[in-house]
């Protein structure tokens, strides 16, 4: 039995068939499509079909996800590596040796005098003493400036613990950023292979005579688009790890792979439960907050020692003087006589002028000062948590639709207007178009994964919530 199809019929066959595509799983069909169009591609036409060669991923140079970096393993390491860190680290030490410094006590001063007559006429008499000395520091010096050495040391501390945070945070950005350049350089290598692989169908129709050679031009100038797209993606990637080695203190030439995804990572920490739990975690653990506070206990310190040495200075003092003494006219003919003699004495300094007057007002003002900034940094710190988290939740929807909404939809969009191109339902512009659309869409996917990621990182960071060593 045979029949025939008119030109309307065979149109109305072709919609039918878009409308099976549209409704059944598009990965299937375009794999059908491909399969049966395979055996034409080698036969169709007089010439062969242009070699396209397959580029090959870079993705394995820059990501393991095994055996690669994550991004606590790397904070870790710039921990204990930053160049800048080790160097800050040195000013705990500094103000460890000013703490043993403040608890030393004066030093005794020893005195030696020799007196003699000979250049005065009395060639007889000659004088030796040596006398010791000694400051004595009261209104409790001593243990006040050891009290101030003290809280510098540990506003340095606090300082280090800041410096540490903010690396933290530089490493989480720079990981992110890296993140999302392995996303999209991962995907422009994608789309670039498989318009590689239309480009080989497209180039059996148009030596076929079905297509005409522009749509083979269209969908070459779109390959190496995306090839220039790739290399643009991969040389910001590259860039990227050099920091991030740069950071965590690995060689800038040495190679590096990451661990982790965007798509499935959460910035190695989980919210807390409210932002007020928040708040209060990020004032009770930030060091900048401690530094703050430290910075009060300093300046209050500091008045404290400028007020003791408003007292009088003392210093106790203790002498050894032998004296020999020659008469020579006497009745008896010469006489020497030698004295020896132990002196004790006490100077004092009476504070009449200097009082401290300046030291004392400076130190007030220090405190008044530090007190300021304490308040207006825990303002700060509360808002700083309150914008972490809401560009946590905003960032959250925003995820949400594009999953749903844009990302999930696109793809359906894309596999059955190519199938359906295939069948010669569509030109190639609405194919590339719709790529295009595709990229677009996942570009922002993609920058909205990573603000995701950043924004985990920064109210982490805002909080200064310590790293859990046994954290994966």
């Given at each position: 039995m045979s029949f025939s199809v008119g030109r309307r019929g065979l149109g109305h066959i072709r919609y039918v068939i878009v409308l099976l595509i549209l409704a059944s799983d598009f990965n299937a069909v375009l794999a059908q499509e491909l399969s049966r169009l395979r055996g034409p591609l080698n036969d169709v036409g007089s010439s062969p079909p242009t070699d396209v060669?397959?580029?090959a991923s870079s993705l394995a140079l820059y990501f393991d996800p095994l055996q690669g970096e994550s991004s606590l393993d790397l904070v870790r390491r710039a921990l204990l590596?930053?160049?800048?860190?080790?160097?800050?680290?040195?000013?705990?030490?500094?103000?460890?040796?000013?703490?043993?410094?403040?608890g030393l006590r004066p030093n005794p001063t020893v005195d030696f005098e020799q007196a003699t007559g000979s250049l005065t006429g009395s060639s007889g008499e000659r004088e030796t003493g040596i006398g010791v000395s000694l400051p004595l520091e009261v209104s409790g010096q001593r243990k006040r400036r050891i009290v101030l050495a003290q809280a510098q040391l540990e506003a340095t501390e606090a300082e280090v613990g800041e410096a540490e945070r903010h690396l933290t945070g530089e490493v989480l950005a720079a990981y992110a950023e890296a993140l999302a350049a392995i996303r999209e350089l991962e995907i422009t290598e994608g789309l670039n292979d498989i318009d590689l692989q239309?480009?080989?169908?497209?180039?059996?129709?148009?030596?076929?005579?079905?297509?005409a050679p522009i749509e083979l031009s269209l969908l070459q100038v779109e390959v190496e688009r995306l090839k220039s797209r790739r290399a643009q993606v991969e040389g910001r990637l590259q860039a990227t790890l050099i920091k991030l080695k740069n950071l965590v203190g690995i060689p800038f030439d040495a190679p590096i792979r990451l661990r982790e995804e965007l798509s499935t990572s959460q910035a190695v920490w989980n919210q807390p439960a409210s932002l007020d739990a928040a708040v209060e975690i990020a004032l009770r653990t930030r060091p900048d907050i401690k530094f703050a506070r430290l910075n009060v206990e300093v300046a209050r310190a500091g008045l404290s020692l400028a007020q003791s040495q408003t007292g009088p200075e003392v210093v106790a003092s203790t002498k050894y003087i032998q004296n020999r003494s020659l008469f020579d006219d006497t009745p008896v003919g010469p006489i020497s006589d030698r004295d020896k003699l132990i002196t004790f004495g006490v100077s004092v300094g009476i504070p009449i002028f200097n009082r401290n007057q300046g030291t004392k007002a400076e130190a007030a003002l220090a405190i008044n000062q530090a007190e300021r900034r304490r308040d207006f940094l825990e303002t700060a710190v509360r808002s700083e948590v309150a914008s972490a988290y809401a560009r946590l939740d905003a960032v959250q929807r925003s995820l949400t639709t594009f999953d749903q909404g844009v990302i999930s939809r696109s793809n359906d969009n894309i596999r059955a207007i190519r199938a359906a191109y295939q069948i010669g339902e569509f030109k190639i512009t609405d194919l590339l178009a719709e790529q295009r659309r595709l990229l677009d869409s996942q570009r922002e996917f993609t920058e909205a994964l990573a603000e995701r990621y950043r924004a985990l990182a920064d109210l982490r960071i805002a909080i200064g919530s310590p790293l859990n060593t046994n954290e994966r």
């Open positions: 060669p397959r580029i590596f930053n160049g800048e860190l080790a160097a800050a680290r040195i000013d705990i030490d500094r103000a460890r040796a000013r703490v043993r410094q403040a239309t480009t080989r169908f497209v180039q059996a129709r148009v030596n076929g005579g079905e297509s």
